[in-house]
């Protein structure tokens, strides 16, 4: 088998949400679990479809698509979070892949997936350019990003971090996660959005350590303690994690992830 393409921001990708794979597959996929099935469920998964997920990760989201019996594919830049994914889902076709230059052809999929996903490579539009490129006329596209920051308390501890770090450049647009202009970038892709709604996420923690090793395991976290060192990171995100804290230590957050649903006409 060729190796695949990977561009230079897809392996740096793969480096880092590989960094802590396993912690995050057990103590933090999960949480955005209710609107990724929100997601599956208003695309209607059947044993006719076949499904790609891109940016799959540890495969939480194919594990939950797999009793509709479809056929199931998945890409992701992680080495280490496709293992997990193949020990989870062995039926499923899960592949190391940059999601700016997928390994399929043209026009094969029915449904295409993407949970917390569209916001990581440099080029969001042209990753679902290239989404749409493998799916099917008519195919389904079922999106999960994170709401605003006013929609999702978790997202104290990213303005933590950010706040470690030199100021963007003036004009840099934010993440695709809490860019309220999705919908123009799915229009720019040639998708038509057809759902938009809120589901809500809580997420529960026992206690702040709990909730300190679960959020050190995300990729861009590690990219911050790559760069300003993993004291400063853990001081930071412990004093963010401050204001969502109960008396008996337990840290929650109440969060509204975004889905969409949009199709290929």
Avoid at 91 to 101: F, Q
Avoid at 244 to 250: I, V
């Amino acid at each position: 088998m060729s190796e695949p393409v990977m561009s230079a921001s897809a392996r740096r990708q793969g480096e880092l949400w590989s960094a802590d794979a396993r912690v995050w597959a057990d103590e933090q996929e999960f949480r955005a679990f209710p609107a990724v099935e929100r997601a599956l469920e208003l695309v209607a998964l059947t044993s006719a479809d076949r499904v790609l997920d891109v940016a799959c990760g540890a495969g939480g989201a194919v594990r939950l698509a797999a009793p509709s019996g479809a056929r199931l594919d998945g890409v992701d830049a992680s080495t280490s979070l496709i293992e997990i994914a193949r020990e989870r889902t062995p039926s499923a076709n899960l592949s190391v892949a940059d999601m700016m230059h997928l390994p399929f052809r043209d026009e094969i999929f029915d449904v295409v997936c993407g949970f917390n996903a569209f916001q990581y490579p440099t080029d969001p539009v042209g990753a679902l350019r290239e989404a749409r490129r493998v799916a099917k006329v008519g195919a389904r596209f079922a999106l999960v990003i994170w709401g605003s920051d006013e929609q999702c308390e978790a997202s104290a501890h990213f303005r933590a971090l950010r706040a470690l770090l030199a100021p963007a450049p003036p004009g840099t647009p934010p993440p695709l996660a809490a860019d309220q202009r999705v919908t123009s970038y799915l229009a720019s892709a040639g998708l038509t959005l057809r759902h938009d709604e809120l589901v809500s996420c809580p997420w529960d923690y026992p206690n702040a350590a709990a909730a300190l090793r679960a959020t050190r395991s995300a990729g861009p976290v590690r990219r911050v303690i790559e760069q300003v060192g993993e004291r400063a990171v853990n001081e930071a995100l412990l004093a963010s994690f401050a204001p969502f804290t109960s008396p008996s230590g337990a840290v929650h957050y109440d969060n509204q992830f975004r889905v969409l649903v949009a199709t290929n006409d």
